[in-house]
């Protein structure tokens, strides 16, 4: 394993705000071609690795074939190409990567009762509870198979095995720290923050330092290396928040998250901003176990898309990709740039940021929208 094609090349310096450097990163481009050219491999791979006779063996094909972007193996396999990595080892990695995101996934659905992931049903409404609590699992310990099946010294699998540990116990954290705030505001945008790192940004910086540990890159760079894709997981699950809001999630309607009373960036920064008598309202609206009216949800999804809780997300959005943006200016050239590439391609759809204006503009003028349901309880 090599990664000298890396040393002693010059850092630069860093930037302000979320304006990223361009780089000529022809080098860079290539390694994502490559990443691209390999991601059947993975494909194949993940398929091994969850074979299995029965039910088990069905829901886990299933979740699988269910597909998505794969941005994790590709950060990694463009990562590893870039360090030199071994091919083989870089490619268990990646399915090793793909199979514990997937494991949160199911496990995130079920626990969030969401009925549709990437225009399917997801595994425990098609399958049922029981066979998603077994599939979690069984795609967590599939996770440490592929694992021990990486060619490398000892040594390297153990960094390996206890980088995979840790990153599962804060992702399990930062979940645990949503059901908590779950139909309460009893969490800060700091808490947010910390909760999106330990999940989004964790399962974003897993693949990156995993190849890293790998090929044996330096500690400075490495720990850049998390700090910069941790960020970039910030700004991803702001967007995805976003995305619930305005209704840009294939196959799923919007407002979701305000309907599950779940306390996304967009429902946090309302209610920190509402006057008292809204702020009420919404308190009462997120804490219901009950169903909500259609159009009780669609005058709250109303009512949050004109506010500035848009923009105040947008500006948290931006700040996060500026952080990263730091962390991604002291890394090597050729590195810094695959990862710069890997953040065009991940963050390439965004809200414009008019929106925010035009929302602020319009709080501004008292443009309220549809009249405030009333509260159950005024006394």
């Given at each position: ?194 909760s999106a790192k330990g999940t989004s940004g964790v399962l974003m910086a897993l693949p990156v330092v995993g190849a890293m540990l790998l090929t044996r890159a330096s500690a400075d760079a490495t720990e850049n290396a998390r700090q910069a894709m941790e960020w970039l997981g ?146």
């Amino acid at each position: 394993m090599n990664n000298s094609s890396n040393s002693g090349a010059k850092t630069r310096k860093p930037i302000h705000l979320a304006a990223f450097s361009r780089y000529s990163g022809k080098r860079a481009e290539d390694c994502w071609q490559s990443a691209r050219d390999h991601l059947g491999a993975i494909e194949n791979l993940l398929r091994l690795y969850t074979a299995a006779p029965g039910l088990i063996g069905r829901a886990a094909s299933y979740q699988i074939n269910t597909g998505g972007k794969r941005w994790r193996p590709l950060f990694l396999l463009a990562v590893g190409e870039s360090l030199e990595g071994n091919a083989d080892a870089i490619k268990k990695l990646a399915a090793a990567t793909e199979l514990l995101h997937n494991a949160s996934l199911v496990h995130d659905d079920l626990q969030d009762q969401d009925t549709m992931r990437r225009g399917q049903e997801t595994v425990w409404h098609r399958f049922g509870a029981e066979t998603a609590i077994n599939l979690g699992d069984f795609l967590i310990t599939s996770t440490y198979l592929a694992l021990s099946e990486i060619d490398a010294p000892g040594k390297d699998i153990a960094r390996l095995v206890a980088h995979f540990a840790r990153a599962t116990h804060r992702v399990i954290a930062g979940q645990s720290m949503e059901i908590e705030a779950s139909r309460r505001f009893n969490i800060g945008t700091d808490d947010y923050r910390r909760s999106a790192k330990g999940t989004s940004g964790v399962l974003m910086a897993l693949p990156v330092v995993g190849a890293m540990l790998l090929t044996r890159a330096s500690a400075d760079a490495t720990e850049n290396a998390r700090q910069a894709m941790e960020w970039l997981g910030v700004a991803y699950q702001i967007k995805d928040d976003l995305d619930d809001l305005f209704g840009r999630k294939a196959g799923r309607s919007a407002g979701v998250d305000l309907r599950e009373g779940r306390i996304s960036l967009p429902n946090l920064l309302y209610h920190q901003t509402a006057e008292s008598l809204d702020r009420r309202a919404f308190e009462a609206f997120i804490g219901s176990a009950e169903p909500p009216a259609v159009s009780e949800l669609d005058y709250w999804i109303a009512r949050l898309r004109q506010s500035p809780a848009v923009g105040r997300c947008l500006t948290e959005f931006d700040t996060a990709l500026a952080t990263a943006a730091r962390h991604i200016n002291a890394l090597p050239e050729l590195l810094g740039s695959v990862l710069e590439i890997g953040r065009q391609k991940l963050l390439e759809q965004r809200l414009p940021a008019e929106t925010a204006a035009k929302n602020v503009a319009a709080s501004a003028q008292g443009r309220h929208g549809p009249a405030a349901p009333t509260l159950a309880n005024d006394n």
